[in-house]
């Protein structure tokens, strides 16, 4: 949530258009995604210098994807900004929550 408000404050507070409020939002959401997830949704107990790597490159992949589903769903779909950005939200979490459930913190209940 912490990302979509982000990207709305960029998109239409600071007119920015929605790729670039997009990528500052998910700046914002990857701090509080590993830091939430990594401690509260998985439980991990594998270092930040075994997690972080693999965390930095699922983020990436799945920033890719949401890029993609967002530039299909405002130049193809014609979708309005507010409804192409959680459609494109919706793939990147749950792409995202299955890499870190199966890769990154795939070892973090004991």
Known sequence: ???YSVIMLLQYGA???????NA????VGWVV????SRRFVF??????????PSFVVA???????????LHYSLSWLGLPGPLAQAV???????????????V?????RQ
């Not at 494109?88 to 199966?102: G, P």
């Open 1 to 3: 949530m912490a990302g």
């Open 15 to 21: 007119g920015l258009t929605p790729l670039m409020a």
């Open 24 to 27: 500052g939002g998910y700046l």
């Open 33 to 36: 995604s590993y830091v939430l």
């Open 43 to 52: 439980q991990s107990q594998r270092s930040h210098k075994a997690s972080m």
């Open 59 to 69: 983020a990436l992949c799945c920033y890719g994807l949401n890029a993609a589903v």
């Open 88 to 102: 494109a939200m919706a793939s990147y979490t749950v792409s995202f929550y299955l890499v870190n459930r199966h």
């Open 104 to 108: 990154v913190f795939r070892h973090s």
